[in-house]
């Protein structure tokens, strides 16, 4: 499948909205591969496909958890930590994605993880500084992503930790792993 394939298939299973928002991850993935050295094509396939499951039915994706021995952690969240995993699972048995990289970077874009490679930073970079984004310090995430990836993936991993701590949210484990992990 080719990019235009891609997007013409995830464009049917989201809103306008989403859609939007993944061109925009989409071109900023593609600009960070630029930049930092990473495989433009990847960027731009792990981003097209980033939010495929976004709009999964959520009982399905647990469904999915529980048959296809993705991790037993994820039983006990909703869509928002999900639909990575199993958006994964969709571009690897629909789209017959093989590349292990991009899947992860799908497999992860919700929750980060200890051991990151450069591609999952810039999808989970990306996903959070596209343009369509304005929450309170998006223009200094992305200022900083402009210049150095590996401080703008600790400040974005804190900027979500932070949020949800604020916002009394639980954390899923391997944020908090990929935290630790970035700053050790
Ligand atoms: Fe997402
Ligand atoms: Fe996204």
């Known amino acids: 499948m080719e990019r235009d394939d891609y997007l013409a298939n995830v464009k049917i299973r989201m809103p306008e909205k989403r859609y939007i ?71 690897q048995h629909e789209f017959n994605i093989t590349n292990e990289d991009i899947l992860n970077a799908i497999r992860f874009h919700t929750t980060g993880r200890a051991g990151m490679s450069k591609l999952e930073k810039i999808i989970y970079i990306a996903d959070m500084i596209e343009p369509n984004r304005n929450f309170p310090g998006v223009e200094n995430l992305r200022q900083i992503a402009n210049e150095n990836l590996e401080l703008a993936m600790e400040s974005c991993v804190s900027h979500s930790i932070t949020f949800l701590v604020q916002t009394k949210q639980p954390i899923f484990p391997a944020s908090v792993e990929c935290f630790n992990d970035i700053i050790s």
Do not use: C, F
């Open 21 to 91: 928002h993944t061109i925009g991850v989409m071109e900023t993935a593609i600009s960070l591969a630029k930049k930092y050295g990473e495989d433009e094509k990847s960027a731009e396939t792990a981003a097209i496909l980033h939010d495929i499951a976004k709009y999964a039915d959520e009982n399905w994706m647990r469904e999915v958890v529980q048959t296809k021995g993705l991790d037993p952690r994820l039983l006990g969240w909703g869509s928002e930590i999900l639909h990575g995993p199993v958006g994964a699972w969709i571009a």
